[in-house]
């Protein structure tokens, strides 16, 4: 495959075919993120990415997994959405599922019926930044999204059959506001009710943009928000992962039953992190 550097996609995506079929990101001006930044948002002309698609099936048709890049491909029409997902189903005939980044916006943008259908098609896991239940906190970054907003969106999206997969950014309050962060964080996730949810800590990456009054939390006091957000928590069928590199503790297990070992853990090791300063980074900043 040809890519247009960068390219992003999530970890669990590293065994999957991927395909940009749109590159940087339709929104762009969320401070925390340094992904696009530079990078002028273009959807692919269609003729385009159906040749690659082709060509891609001719060269390896048993691929099962694709995601398809880069940043928000839900915000493309239904039409476009379809066709790209019928063009797949074509040409890679043991096609299992596809999977792409989506804003809440983008989802709400479209029909019952078209969510459905798209599902039908096997569009299947939506990556969806949450960041924070904290509406003041989400227009501070310029995320773009309500908490609301993203909430009913995730549970229009699964109730037609997607997985959503949602992130949250620890430290993403700072200091300041890490309490209140943690606390309407665990809230919305409440009434969410995602499926997947990540957990990564909020680094400031080149790119980002936070305003000046943000005072970055220590590596102690972001494992310490995890452990008020983990205890927040009434999920019902959740699989969580704090896994990311930026995680000052690796923590995977399924909620509600492992909530209480995931805590006891956690707490266990706060004395071992850095209460000065960030720890280890997980880039070389
Ligand atoms: S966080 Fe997502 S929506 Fe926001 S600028 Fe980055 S890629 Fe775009």
Known sequence: MRYTERLFRPPAEAVSLIFQVALGCPHNTCRFCGMYKGVPY?????????????????????????????????????????????????????????NLYANGSSVLAKSDAELAALRGLKLSTLYVGLESGDEELLRRVDKGETAEGLCEAVRRAQAVGLTCSVMVLLGLGGRAGSARHADATAALLNRMQPRLLSALRFVEVPGADMDAGYVPVTEREAAAELVRLLRGLQLERT???????????????????????????????????????????????
């Open 42 to 98: 273009r959807v692919r002309p269609l003729d385009e990415v159906l040749a690659e698609f082709a060509e891609a099936g001719r060269l390896s048709p048993s691929e099962r997994r694709v995601f398809l890049a880069d940043g928000d491909v839900m915000a493309l029409s239904f039409e476009r959405l379809r066709a790209l997902l019928e063009a797949l189903d074509r040409h890679f005939p043991q096609l299992a599922r596809v």
């Open 239 to 285: 699989v969580f992962r704090a896994n990311h590199t930026s995680n000052p503790v690796p923590l995977e297990g399924r909620l509600p039953r492992d909530r209480d070992a995931l805590v006891a853990r956690l707490e266990s090791l706060l004395p071992r992190l850095d209460a000065r300063g960030p720890g280890r980074l997980p880039f070389a900043l």
